[in-house]
């Protein structure tokens, strides 16, 4: 996972076994009803992308950078279907 400038890429060569984008995050819209609001509130390419190692490494270069003192949780309902 890596963060630039406030886009979230997710780094697999396998983007089919990951969670869909909506089950991770949403864009920072008011919550509000109604169809339009909902929409308005799934996640684009602006939160989060996911990319394959090759485009990792033009992106970010050859390896990653640890940040002491951050963490990061992941959270996955095992039981709720993926859809």
Do not use: C, W
Not at 31 to 49: C, H, K, Q, Y
Not at 61 to 81: E, H, Q
Request: glycine share 8%.
């Amino acid at each position: 996972m890596y963060i630039l400038n406030g886009t979230i890429y997710l780094v697999s060569d396998h983007p089919s076994t990951l969670p869909d984008k909506e089950r991770m995050t949403s864009t920072s819209a008011r919550i509000e009803t109604g169809l339009v609001a909902e929409s308005s509130r799934l996640p684009t390419d602006n939160e989060m992308r996911f990319i394959g190692t090759s485009e990792a490494k033009l992106l970010f270069g050859r390896g990653p950078s640890v940040i002491p003192g951050v963490t990061v949780i992941f959270y996955l309902d095992l039981l709720s279907p993926m859809q």
